[in-house]
Nanobody, 127 residues
């Protein structure tokens, strides 16, 4: 019932910046925490960042804290991931994910807890 479409990926030199966008369909966007995960080839999908639906609190993986910023615009049904000071190890397919509506005390960092997923956008950072 909810479709998520990521955009903004591409090739960028180390130290550069990209901003990813995730557009959501439906009328439940404002009641869902939104997250970004990423997956490099032959590696498990890992948590990147989450923004809560109610408190707007943000949470980041230690590997991206201080470099990435997650934000949301409920009027546009869109969540963003601003990525600065990119490193080669940031290279991965980045996925947008939505939690169940009105969820509280959910495992923000667990991919299996997400209800909907986008198809991903590839970010490649040159060494």
């Amino acid at each position: 019932q909810v479709q998520l479409v990521e955009s903004g990926g591409g090739l960028v030199p180390a130290g550069g910046s990209l901003r990813l966008s995730c557009a959501a369909s439906g009328r439940t966007f404002s009641s869902r925490a939104m997250s970004w995960f990423r997956q490099a080839p032959d590696k498990e999908r890992e948590f990147v960042a989450t923004i809560d639906w109610n408190t707007r609190g943000t949470y980041y993986a230690d590997t991206v804290k201080g470099r990435f910023t997650i934000s949301r615009d409920n009027a546009k049904n869109t969540v963003y991931l601003q990525m600065d000071s990119l490193k080669s190890e940031d290279t991965a397919v980045y996925y947008c994910a939505a939690s169940p509506s009105y969820s509280t005390n959910f495992p923000r960092r667990v991919a299996g807890a997400m209800e909907y997923w986008g198809k991903g956008t590839l970010v490649t950072v040159s060494a």
